[in-house]
């Protein structure tokens, strides 16, 4: 058993676009309420309106999406985000204009979706570790933004650095009023895809980091869990993990 506090809590109401912190969250069925809710869609004819994402356009993480403040600090969003242009302009969802905004900075004609669940391993939660991100900067030598893993929940607790790799199904995390699980398909340790070697915002690669990802741990930080027990979860608040013998 291993113990600790909420570091941090992340949302990312559009796929692929920077997202925001946020010092409440409802997690529940969704995941985290809130999280890649929207999306861009690709409408090149050979793409099949899939959504468009950082694999295919490191330049989405030059826009930013976050969703307005609501008055009575509820960690329920209260409607469509705000995305925000490079160049810090703030375009409301529901403008008819954005998606031909969108298009002009991405070159690539789209439309936008609006739908829960929209991660790419289901309606799922990624927490992340502090020891392991202090470990993995270590290994590199160098910083490493915690960005570039897109959490949802970041944990400072006693467990070693990259224990997560061995959190396998059965394993529990309480945060707060949550209950967090790994259970179920597309659940356990995260295997990376190449958008960590991007940095936040886009514009530079570090191959390097991947590849040492992939030679040292397998490619995997942090760990996909499925919420068992809604709950709203502050940062600061307690944090224990119950993991289960790895086999």
């Not at 403008?95 to 905004?101: C, G, I």
């Not at 270590?138 to 006693?158: I, K, Q, S, Y």
């Not at 514009?203 to 040492?212: A, F, G, I, T, V």
């Amino acid at each position: 058993m291993y113990r600790g506090t909420v570091d941090g809590l992340y949302r990312w109401p559009v796929k692929s676009l920077r997202g925001e912190r946020v010092a409440a969250a409802l997690l529940d069925h969704r995941g985290l309420a809130g999280d890649r809710a929207y999306a861009l869609i690709d409408e090149r004819p050979a793409h099949a309106g899939r959504r468009l994402t950082v694999r295919q356009s490191p330049g989405m993480l030059a826009w930013e999406a976050a969703y307005p403040a609501t008055c009575d600090g509820s960690p329920e969003p209260p409607g469509p985000p705000v995305l925000y242009s490079p160049g810090g302009v703030p375009w409301a969802w529901d403008d008819p204009e954005l998606p031909a905004e969108l298009t002009g900075s991405y070159g690539v004609p789209l439309s936008l979706r609006a739908a829960d669940g929209q991660q790419d391993r289901g309606p799922t939660v990624l927490v992340t570790f502090e020891a392991s991100l202090r470990g993995l900067e270590e290994e590199m030598g160098a910083e490493v933004e915690l960005d570039r893993f897109r959490p949802n929940v970041h944990l400072v607790t006693d467990a070693p650095a990259f224990a997560e790799e061995s959190f396998t199904e059965g394993t529990v995390i309480s945060v707060g009023g949550a209950v967090l699980e790994v259970t179920g398909d597309h659940t356990g340790p995260c295997i990376r895809c190449a958008v960590p070697s991007w940095d936040p915002q886009g514009r530079e690669r570090w191959p390097e980091l991947q590849k040492h990802l992939i030679t040292a741990h397998e490619n995997k930080f942090g760990v996909i869990m499925r919420v068992t027990d809604p709950g709203t979860v502050r940062v600061g608040a307690a944090a224990e993990v119950r993991r289960q013998p790895h086999r």
